[in-house]
Nanobody, 117 residues
Framework: QVQLVESGGGLVQAGGSLRLSCAAS????????MGWYRQGPGTQRELVAA?????????ADSVKGRFTISRANTKNTFLVYLQMNSLKPEDTAVYYC?????????WGQGTQVTVSS
């Protein structure tokens, strides 16, 4: 089993910053990539940013230059962060952490990010 625990969401004013964290643990032997997705009201879940095991990153056009994804490993836990700067009201959504392994994909429970204008 794989467990994902997210933290760091909240309410922030436009122009502010938040940092999301996700800790993945359990039966993890080979990570293809780790990423953050978001789903706003009435919208489909979309990729925000992803980082591969080798460190290559990919961002949605709407967040390029404002968001930064990074990762770190401890002995038994894989961590992925999303630093969000210059937040806009349209960034309001539930943000989900995702870990893709060779044969499975796992999701966190989601954390709410609300940006007020």
């Amino acid at each position: 089993q794989v467990q994902l625990v997210e933290s760091g969401g909240g309410l922030v004013q436009a122009g502010g910053s938040l940092r999301l964290s996700c800790a993945a643990s359990g039966s993890i032997f080979s990570i293809t990539d780790m990423g953050w997705y978001r789903q706003g009201p009435g919208t489909q879940r979309e990729l925000v940013a992803a980082i591969t095991g080798g460190g290559s990153t990919n961002y949605a056009d709407s967040v390029k230059g404002r968001f930064t994804i990074s990762r770190a490993n401890t002995k038994n836990t894989f961590l992925v962060y999303l630093q969000m700067n210059s937040l806009k009201p349209e960034d309001t959504a539930v943000y989900y952490c995702n870990v893709r392994l060779a044969v499975s994909s796992h999701w966190g429970q989601g954390t709410q990010v609300t940006v007020s204008s």
